[in-house]
């Protein structure tokens, strides 16, 4: 890093301009060396679905342009940051495929290159100290119409030692940020207040440690969320006094702000966000990134559902809209239960199979029994969306008894329809072969015996076999079960509402 040795902090500052799409930097082109993104998540709580689209963008922009991934983890939040969550990370990422090609690298590892920095700019005079607590600048700037600190310690020359540090904005002027997604953005130097960049015990904050790893790690791209774009005039400001006038700015472009169904952005407090309840929940990885990328990016023909490598090849940042995007949860849903039923049953029975081992099911782990969930995968996968929808669709088979719909059976109590059906069901079930279409025709026999369509008749003796008045296939049910446990069940639904 090459700092300036004397500043002039009443000087306008200058921007390069980036370029708008069609021109260089944004494009790989021979001219421009492959791009260097980063994603650098702060180890601080639950991964955020936010996050991880801004892990997708990063690394789809590397992957078009044959460039670089870094994972970068910005530890340096001792009092919230915990190990637990920096696992958490790499999870996710892991989980989403989203590979990092370097890193991760730890901020808290780093303080010697922070320090470095800090030194120069106090040596050339971009930085003072300050002692002004929280409570006395809010005392002293209560009434002022411009919000922030009012550079009270400016001028009075604190030494460095035991004192937050401050970044000394220029009193005219505009710092100008051009963003590859926002275009042309503006910041006032008059609104902006002098930053601080390190703590009274020395500890770096985030706008100076990042501009610091940036340059270090030679980054070309800041892919990021809308909610930093106020920090990237700081830390074009700190870039510059380190690097010069001339400095060589990385492309910024700031991702829209994720909003739920009231157009409020997404809240941990508040919304579903965290990535690991979707994880648990059953997402396809490949379909909950397809989601993602679709949260602020399209296709250029509209199209919704790609495989990765076909988002790979299309995606653009100069496509990504500026408009905040709605995090649907429905219409996510939807493209996992397309991704679903559009598996081969090998993959599906694959791709289950290894979550039901680590999910929460009313069975013990003993009592899954992979060849009758080889023969049962195929009946349900036409009928779920996420994979925590198969445990109610194949408990039954790996229960004693199955799990009653309380309501549903309460229906048929006392109903002399449903006792006489139950009855007749378990008659002819108990000699009849045991085949599917045997199933099947016995029952379509006893439905017109009763005057009633299959779909009436077959009700109470699907609640007697699964326990529930929606399923997989009744007779293919029935059939992969065995007699022993069909008539079993039906005996108990009719002793239950015989006696209630």
Same mark, same amino acid.
């Given at each position: 890093m090459q700092g300036n040795k004397t500043h002039n902090p009443d000087s306008t500052s200058s921007s390069? /301009?980036?370029?708008?799409?069609?021109? *260089?930097p944004t494009q790989d082109t021979p001219s421009n060396p492959a791009p260097r993104v980063r994603f650098a998540p702060s180890p601080t709580g639950y991964f955020h679905v936010g996050s991880a689209r801004t892990a997708l963008f990063n690394?789809?922009?590397? =992957?078009? @342009? /044959? !460039? &670089? %991934?870094?994972?970068?983890?910005?530890? &340096?939040?001792?009092?919230?940051?915990?190990?637990?969550?920096t696992e958490g990370i790499l999870s996710a990422l892991d989980w989403l495929g989203l590979h990092y090609d370097e890193g991760p690298y730890h901020q808290s590892e780093r303080t010697s290159l922070y320090n470095e920095a800090l030194s120069k700019l106090w040596d050339a005079g971009f930085l003072y100290a300050c002692n002004c607590t929280r409570e006395e600048v809010l005392e002293? &700037?209560?009434?002022?119409?411009?919000? !922030?600190?009012?550079? @009270?310690?400016?001028?009075?020359?604190? *030494?460095?030692?035991? @004192?937050?540090?401050?970044? #000394?904005?220029?009193?005219s002027g505009l710092t100008a940020v051009t963003d590859v997604i926002r275009g042309n953005v503006d910041f006032p130097h008059q609104a902006m207040e002098d930053f601080v960049v390190a703590k009274s015990d020395g500890s770096p904050l985030f706008v100076l440690a990042n501009v610091v790893d940036d340059i270090d790690m030679d980054i070309t791209h800041v892919i990021r969320g809308e909610d930093l774009l106020p920090s990237t005039p700081k830390a074009i400001l700190i870039w510059k006094a380190l690097q010069g006038e001339d400095a060589n700015l990385p492309v910024f472009a700031h991702l829209p702000m994720l909003v739920n169904e009231k157009r409020q952005k997404l809240s941990k407090r508040r919304d579903p966000v965290a990535l690991e309840s979707y994880r648990l929940k059953g997402y396809i990885p490949d379909a909950f990134c397809n989601y993602l990328a679709l949260l602020g990016w399209s296709h250029p023909s509209g199209k919704e559902i790609m495989k990765i490598d076909e988002i790979i090849s299309t995606f653009s940042l100069e496509d990504v809209n500026h408009s905040p995007a709605f995090f649907d949860v429905v219409k996510m849903t939807h493209i996992n239960g397309e991704y679903i039923r559009s598996m081969s049953t090998a993959? %599906?029975?694959? $791709?289950?199979?290894?979550?039901?081992?680590?999910?929460?099911?009313?069975w013990s782990r003993d009592r899954f029994d992979m060849s009758i969930y080889t023969r049962i995968a195929g009946l349900i996968q036409e009928r779920v969306a996420t994979l925590s929808e198969i445990i109610p669709m194949i408990d039954f088979f790996l229960l004693d008894m199955p799990i009653y719909d309380d309501n549903a059976v309460s229906v048929l109590d006392g109903n002399p329809e449903a006792i006489h059906l139950l009855e007749t069901a378990l008659e002819r079930f108990s000699g009849c072969d045991w085949e599917t279409d045997v199933l099947h025709e016995q029952t379509a026999t006893i439905a017109a015996e009763y005057d009633?369509?299959?779909?009436?008749?077959?009700?109470?003796?699907?609640?007697? $076999? &699964?326990?529930?008045?929606?399923?997989?296939?009744?007779?293919?049910?029935?059939?992969?079960?065995? =007699?022993? #446990?069909?008539? /079993?069940?039906? /005996?108990?639904l009719l002793y239950r509402i015989k006696t209630n």
């Open positions: 390069r /301009q980036i370029s708008r799409p069609g021109q *260089s690394w789809l922009y590397a =992957r078009r @342009h /044959q !460039g &670089t %991934f870094i994972l970068r983890i910005e530890d &340096t939040d001792k009092e919230r940051g915990k190990e637990e969550w002293r &700037t209560r009434n002022n119409q411009t919000p !922030g600190y009012d550079g @009270h310690c400016r001028d009075l020359g604190y *030494s460095r030692s035991g @004192h937050a540090l401050r970044f #000394k904005v220029p009193r993959d %599906f029975i694959d $791709v289950s199979s290894k979550w039901l081992e680590e999910a929460e099911a009313p009633l369509k299959l779909s009436k008749a077959q009700a109470p003796i699907r609640l007697a $076999v &699964t326990g529930k008045k929606v399923g997989p296939p009744l007779f293919e049910s029935m059939s992969i079960l065995g =007699r022993e #446990k069909v008539l /079993q069940r039906l /005996q108990e």
